[in-house]
């Protein structure tokens, strides 16, 4: 008797989702041949999904350009399946104007004239990568072939139970089944259900919810950390005062809505700089960070020296002999020097191969003496004094991490001045076309970023180590590689010439005063000190499972089939807020017994947390991750579930 069609159900239909249907396309002749049901909840449009939805400003723009976006798993991809090549984003809207690529709904005017006037080093708005990642979404359906049915089901999850194996399945199978309970009544019955629910939120921890409480007693504003567009800022008034802590991705959508988005504009001034001109209905903000700077604006340059390669030294040779020799490896100890010792290959690379006059002696004199020293070695040390003779043009990743630390400001000018140069200096360095080694710089740690989960097996680091990599490596690569178009930058050194945006500084701290009923801000770093009825914490909410606002992962800790991913730390036990997954994306119990059937992959979960899109011909991790996973499904599903042609094989 064959059995009844088996059935995967994915809890989020936005690109992470689009991306394994894609994966689950190119393997699934080769793993398993028979019909599939595929049930897809996402309340949002799938293939976008909430956060990448075309219902936003559209003055919110990617941080990346047009042509380092594809959701393709190209030929460099290291995986198992077969390689599905397309288009990204930039072959995508060309395709769309000439006609060539068909299958795209009406776009709206807006929509056409940002196509035109597109390039590949154009950073495009959100609402245009919704309608790539919608079609990417429908094509990926479309490749699973005509005996896969695919269900989009425009609802909530809100909880997961197993059921017996005699309501969905043969008599006698072992075939486990799940029940996907849905918001509106509805119910979805599963083999395997795969949890793929982007960025999630939070509820507010014990001080932002603290923080919202002030507020509301004193007739305040407090919007504690959540994706921005998604805040009500309708509270905030023309001309009030707002303290800002946070000066990442989630500061800049802030100036965005705040500003252009309530009807002021930029206009280019004679000198190349930008003016804004005031709507008159904008805020005040005063803006402070742990840095006290924003992240480093993408770069424009091109490489003039000798092409980029992949990592020299951070390499699976290097990560083995250190697995080989040590039960448990430690970040900092073991591969950060390495790490750090290709940032500093490739950006001394390109200053040799690119600006000879800047150096002393030749690149493969100092090639061959840089590879026999440690990073952080004097020798290292001596080297690059001797090679490089301007101490400006030296790399210190220390001082790249914390740019004003140390730094003690006498008075709210020298706050000003200092963090607005830095600002200038940054867009000097990574617009100018005399400074591609800013660009070997970012190439290398992009490397780094996509090989570690692949080279490093997560369980053999040490807890630190995890901690690490989930906090500070991420904010570094983040802060250095992942941030906003240049021109972002120059608003907001316009902004801050018109009065409207001022620097706190490094080192923020924020209290309330019950005396005023205001907040007030500072720095560790300098006297300044300011109070506001208005407070925004500017940035995404801190992963956590116990604490998440998504009822299908609220419910799959509550029942206990899913548990935040604990670590035991010399500090004592640390909890990382993110759902505890194994290797191969299956959700662990908190014992730490693999959930049959349940898989979970994102940026809240245990995993490296890749994106869920990439730039082409990277070996990008989200692609590696997709394969892998969409692999593990239908292996999942065979086992269970055999079909007719894998029956009479035995």
């Not at 990073?375 to 400006?392: G, K």
């Not at 807890?463 to 608003?491: M, N, T, Y």
């Given at each position: 008797?064959?059995?009844?069609?088996?059935?995967?159900?994915?809890?989020?239909?936005?690109?992470?989702t689009?991306?394994?249907?894609?994966?689950?396309a190119?393997?699934?002749?080769?793993?398993?041949?028979?019909?599939?049901?595929?049930?897809?909840?996402?309340?949002?449009e799938?293939?976008?999904?909430?956060?990448?939805?075309?219902?936003?400003?559209?003055?919110?723009?990617?941080?990346?350009?047009?042509?380092?976006?594809?959701?393709?798993?190209?030929?460099?991809?290291?995986?198992?399946?077969?390689?599905?090549?397309?288009?990204?984003l930039?072959?995508?809207?060309?395709?769309?104007?000439?006609g060539?690529?068909?299958?795209?709904?009406?776009?709206?005017?807006?929509?056409?004239?940002?196509?035109?006037?597109?390039?590949?080093?154009s950073f495009?708005?959100?609402?245009?990568?919704?309608?790539?990642?919608?079609?990417?979404?429908?094509?990926?359906?479309?490749?699973?072939?005509p005996?896969?049915?695919?269900?989009?089901?425009?609802?909530?999850?809100?909880?997961?139970?197993?059921?017996?194996?005699?309501?969905?399945?043969?008599?006698?199978?072992?075939?486990?089944?799940?029940?996907?309970?849905?918001?509106?009544?509805?119910?979805?019955?599963?083999?395997?259900?795969?949890?793929?629910?982007g960025?999630?939120?939070?509820?507010?921890?014990?001080?932002?919810?603290?923080?919202?409480?002030?507020?509301?007693?004193?007739?305040?504003?407090?919007?504690?950390?959540?994706?921005?567009?998604d805040?009500?800022?309708?509270?905030?008034?023309?001309?009030?005062?707002?303290?800002?802590?946070?000066?990442?991705l989630?500061?800049?959508?802030?100036?965005?809505?705040?500003?252009?988005?309530?009807?002021?504009?930029?206009?280019?001034?004679?000198?190349?700089?930008?003016?804004?001109?005031?709507?008159?209905?904008?805020?005040?903000?005063?803006?402070?960070?742990?840095?006290?700077?924003?992240?480093?604006?993408?770069?424009?340059?091109?490489?003039?020296?000798?092409?980029?390669?992949?990592?020299?030294?951070?390499?699976?040779?290097?990560?083995?002999?250190?697995?080989?020799?040590?039960?448990e490896?430690?970040?900092?100890?073991?591969?950060?020097?390495?790490?750090?010792?290709?940032?500093?290959?490739?950006?001394?690379?390109?200053?040799?191969?690119?600006?000879?006059?800047?150096?002393?002696?030749?690149?493969?004199?100092?090639?061959?003496?840089?590879?026999?020293?440690?990073?952080?070695?004097?020798?290292?040390?001596?080297?690059?004094?001797?090679?490089?003779?301007?101490?400006?043009?030296?790399?210190?990743?220390?001082?790249?991490?914390?740019?004003?630390?140390g730094?003690?400001?006498?008075?709210?000018?020298?706050?000003?001045?200092?963090?607005?140069?830095?600002?200038?200096?940054?867009?000097?360095l990574?617009?100018?076309?005399?400074?591609?080694?800013?660009?070997?710089?970012?190439?290398?740690?992009?490397?780094?970023?996509m090989?570690?989960?692949?080279?490093?097996?997560?369980?053999?680091?040490n807890?630190?180590?995890?901690?690490a990599?989930?906090?500070?490596?991420?904010?570094?690569?983040?802060?250095?590689?992942?941030?906003?178009?240049?021109?972002?930058?120059?608003?907001?050194?316009?902004?801050?010439?018109?009065?409207?945006?001022?620097?706190?500084?490094?080192?923020?701290?924020?209290?309330t005063?019950?005396?005023?009923?205001?907040?007030?801000?500072?720095?560790?770093?300098?006297?300044?000190?300011v109070?506001?009825?208005?407070?925004?914490?500017?940035?995404?909410?801190?992963?956590?499972?116990?604490?998440?606002?998504?009822?299908?992962?609220?419910?799959?800790?509550?029942?206990?089939?899913?548990?935040?991913?604990?670590?035991?730390?010399?500090?004592?036990?640390?909890?990382?807020?993110?759902?505890?997954?194994?290797?191969?994306?299956?959700?662990?119990?908190?014992?730490?017994?693999?959930?049959?059937?349940?898989?979970?992959?994102?940026?809240?979960?245990?995993?490296?947390?890749?994106g869920?899109?990439?730039?082409?011909?990277?070996?990008?991790?989200?692609?590696?991750?997709?394969?892998?996973?969409?692999?593990?499904?239908?292996?999942?599903?065979?086992?269970?579930?055999?079909?007719?042609?894998?029956?009479?094989?035995?």
């Amino acid at each position: 008797m064959p059995s009844p069609v088996p059935a995967i159900a994915f809890i989020g239909g936005g690109p992470r989702t689009a991306g394994v249907l894609e994966r689950l396309a190119a393997s699934r002749p080769g793993l398993f041949d028979g019909p599939l049901h595929i049930h897809i909840v996402e309340p949002y449009e799938p293939g976008s999904g909430r956060i990448w939805r075309y219902d936003q400003s559209p003055g919110l723009l990617l941080n990346s350009t047009a042509a380092d976006v594809t959701m393709f798993t190209d030929a460099s991809v290291a995986c198992d399946g077969p390689p599905v090549d397309g288009p990204g984003l930039a072959t995508w809207a060309a395709g769309v104007l000439d006609g060539s690529i068909r299958d795209v709904p009406a776009l709206e005017s807006h929509l056409l004239a940002q196509l035109q006037s597109l390039t590949p080093s154009s950073f495009p708005t959100r609402q245009l990568q919704s309608k790539y990642l919608e079609w990417f979404f429908r094509r990926s359906v479309a490749a699973l072939g005509p005996d896969v049915t695919v269900t989009v089901h425009r609802d909530t999850a809100t909880a997961v139970t197993p059921v017996s194996a005699s309501v969905h399945g043969p008599a006698g199978s072992d075939a486990g089944a799940n029940r996907v309970r849905l918001a509106s009544g509805a119910e979805v019955l599963s083999d395997v259900v795969v949890y793929a629910l982007g960025h999630t939120d939070s509820l507010p921890d014990d001080e932002s919810a603290r923080l919202s409480d002030f507020a509301a007693r004193h007739g305040g504003f407090h919007a504690p950390p959540s994706y921005t567009t998604d805040v009500n800022y309708s509270g905030i008034k023309a001309g009030q005062d707002v303290i800002v802590s946070g000066m990442g991705l989630g500061f800049v959508d802030l100036l965005v809505l705040l500003f252009e988005g309530r009807g002021g504009r930029f206009e280019e001034v004679a000198d190349g700089d930008l003016k804004y001109v005031p709507s008159g209905a904008e805020p005040s903000l005063w803006v402070g960070s742990r840095r006290g700077v924003p992240y480093h604006s993408k770069i424009s340059s091109v490489v003039r020296g000798e092409p980029f390669s992949r990592p020299r030294y951070f390499t699976a040779e290097a990560v083995d002999a250190l697995l080989a020799n040590h039960k448990e490896l430690d970040f900092r100890l073991q591969l950060w020097p390495l790490i750090a010792k290709d940032a500093g290959y490739a950006y001394y690379r390109e200053l040799f191969t690119g600006y000879p006059a800047r150096v002393s002696g030749s690149w493969k004199e100092f090639e061959a003496r840089f590879d026999a020293v440690d990073w952080y070695s004097p020798a290292r040390e001596e080297l690059v004094a001797f090679s490089i003779p301007d101490p400006a043009l030296r790399l210190d990743l220390e001082a790249l991490d914390h740019p004003l630390s140390g730094c003690a400001f006498e008075d709210h000018e020298a706050v000003q001045r200092s963090v607005a140069a830095y600002i200038q200096h940054d867009l000097d360095l990574r617009s100018s076309p005399d400074h591609s080694e800013t660009l070997a710089l970012f190439t290398a740690l992009l490397f780094v970023y996509m090989d570690l989960g692949r080279l490093v097996p997560q369980d053999r680091l040490n807890a630190r180590s995890q901690q690490a990599i989930h906090g500070w490596w991420h904010g570094f690569f983040s802060f250095v590689d992942s941030g906003p178009p240049s021109h972002r930058l120059r608003e907001m050194l316009a902004l801050h010439r018109a009065g409207f945006l001022k620097f706190l500084g490094p080192g923020m701290w924020v209290r309330t005063d019950e005396s005023t009923g205001r907040f007030v801000a500072g720095s560790f770093q300098s006297p300044v000190v300011v109070d506001a009825s208005a407070y925004i914490e500017a940035r995404l909410p801190s992963a956590s499972v116990e604490r998440s606002a998504n009822p299908a992962l609220t419910d799959l800790h509550d029942a206990g089939w899913g548990t935040e991913q604990r670590l035991l730390t010399s500090e004592g036990p640390h909890s990382t807020g993110k759902l505890l997954v194994s290797g191969n994306h299956q959700v662990l119990s908190p014992v730490g017994t693999p959930q049959k059937g349940l898989f979970a992959v994102g940026p809240w979960t245990s995993g490296w947390g890749a994106g869920a899109f990439a730039r082409p011909n990277t070996n990008a991790a989200p692609f590696r991750e997709n394969d892998a996973l969409a692999r593990q499904i239908l292996t999942t599903v065979a086992a269970a579930r055999p079909t007719e042609s894998q029956l009479s094989a035995f």
